[in-house]
């Protein structure tokens, strides 16, 4: 089956950088539009970043020239840099697997990570 699984979160410091990683497995990876969304407590599932299969990415204006999605199709994973983190990058980082087009929403995603906790503080 299906498996993406989030490392690399954890809590720093603001201004500081953490990358993120997304394991996939059970899917054609190469294929696959991948993507980055965030949840803070109380607060709906938002989109960070997508790469499609094109290696083409997409950012919301609230992270774009902070955050960077690359891919590694050989080792089937899924990177998040983020830089210049502020207190409001706070959430929990969810990784997302979509065999279609590039979309920023949550409802478009076939798959699932468990997700990464992040804690920037002010």
């Known amino acids: 089956q299906v498996q993406l699984v989030e490392s690399g979160g954890g809590l720093v410091q603001a201004g500081g950088s953490l990358r993120l990683s997304c394991a996939a497995s059970?899917?054609?990876?190469?294929?696959?539009?991948m993507a980055w969304f965030r949840q803070a407590p109380g607060k709906e599932r938002m989109f960070v970043a997508a790469i499609a299969w094109s290696s083409r990415t997409t950012y919301p204006d609230s992270v774009k020239g902070r955050f960077t999605i690359s891919r590694d199709n050989a080792k089937n994973t899924v990177y998040l840099q983020m830089n210049s983190l502020r207190a409001d990058d706070t959430a929990v980082y969810y990784c997302?697997?979509?065999?279609?087009?590039?979309?920023?929403?949550?409802?478009?995603?076939?798959?699932w990570g468990q997700g990464t906790q992040v804690t920037v503080s002010s």
């Open positions: 059970g899917l054609t990876f190469s294929s696959y539009t």
């Open positions: 997302a697997a979509n065999m279609g087009r590039t979309s920023t929403n949550v409802w478009e995603y076939d798959y």
